[in-house]
C-alpha cells in the first residue's frame, strides 16, 4: 500500500497566520490527492480534490499544490474556524490511504 | 441534496462478525461515475479507508483487511454493506461511508455520513 506521511504533526498557530502543511506519498501518486479537515466529532470535510482544485464551498484561503510524490496545503489568513485537524488521502490505484492527520491549535 | 447515514450495532464481541449498513438518497449507485466507500477511524486516531463498491460492482478493499471484509449494494434500496468478520477490540471506531463521484469531484470523498461509533468488547 501506498504509505502517506504528513508534516507536522501538530502546530500552533494564531488568526491571521499563513499555515502549511505537507504530505509525502510512499510513491509517485500524480495529482491523486486530496485534503480534508475534520473538527472533534464530526465527519471529515472534503477541502481539495485532485491536489489543487478547490471544492465548491470552500474558502479560497485554503489551497492545494504538489504532483508525484510531494503535495502541500495552504492556508493563506488562518481564521477561528480553521483550528482542526486536516488529513491528507491518495486516491492513486485500488487501494486507497490518509495520511495520519496535523492537528492546527491556537497559539 | 445528497446524504448518507450509517447503521448498525454500536456494541459487538470480539470474534462476531460486524455488519453495517450505509443508506443514502440524492444519488443512484447505479449511476456511471458514482462509488460509495467505508471509512473507520479509531477514537483519537487517524481516518482508516476500508473498502469501496462502484456502479459497475467493482469492488476494492484495504490491503490489511482484505480477507475480513465484504462489501455489498442493493441499489433499489439505495443501500451498501460492509461485513467485517472476526471482530476484535482493535476494531473499535467509528465508522463512516462516503459519496465518490467522477463527476463531481473524482476520486474523493464530497459527502459523508454522520458515522457510527461500534465498540468491540466482550
Known amino acids: 500500500d501506498i504509505q502517506m506521511t504528513q508534516s507536522p504533526s501538530s502546530l500552533s498557530a494564531s488568526v491571521g497566520d499563513r499555515v502549511t502543511i505537507t504530505c509525502r506519498a510512499s510513491q509517485s501518486i500524480s495529482t491523486y490527492l486530496n485534503w480534508y479537515q475534520q473538527k472533534p466529532g464530526k465527519a471529515p470535510k472534503l477541502l481539495i480534490y485532485?491536489?489543487?482544485s478547490l471544492q465548491s464551498g470552500v474558502p479560497s484561503r485554503f489551497s492545494g499544490s504538489g504532483s508525484g510524490t510531494d503535495f502541500t496545503l495552504t492556508i493563506s489568513s488562518l481564521q477561528p474556524e480553521d483550528f482542526a485537524t486536516y488529513y491528507c488521502?491518495?486516491?492513486?490505484?485500488?487501494?486507497?490511504?490518509f495520511g495520519q492527520g496535523t492537528k492546527v491549535e491556537i497559539k | 441534496q445528497v446524504t448518507l447515514k450509517e447503521s448498525g450495532p454500536a456494541l459487538v464481541k470480539p470474534t462476531q462478525t460486524l455488519t453495517l449498513t450505509c443508506t443514502f438518497s440524492g444519488f443512484s449507485l447505479s449511476t456511471s461515475g458514482m462509488r460509495v466507500s467505508w471509512i473507520r477511524q479509531p477514537p483519537g486516531k487517524a481516518l482508516e479507508w476500508l473498502a469501496r463498491i462502484d456502479w459497475d460492482d467493482d469492488k476494492f478493499s484495504s490491503t490489511s483487511l482484505k480477507t475480513r471484509l465484504t462489501i455489498s449494494k442493493d441499489t433499489s434500496k439505495n443501500q451498501v454493506v460492509l461485513t467485517l468478520t472476526n471482530m476484535d477490540p482493535a476494531d473499535t471506531a467509528t465508522y463512516y461511508c462516503?459519496?465518490?463521484?467522477?463527476?463531481?469531484?473524482?476520486?474523493?470523498?464530497?459527502?459523508w455520513g454522520q458515522g457510527t461509533m461500534v465498540t468491540v468488547s466482550s
Open positions: 485532485a491536489a489543487s
Open positions: 462516503a459519496r465518490t463521484s467522477i463527476a463531481a469531484a473524482p476520486e474523493a470523498f464530497d459527502f
Open positions: 488521502q491518495q486516491s492513486y490505484g485500488t487501494s486507497w490511504t
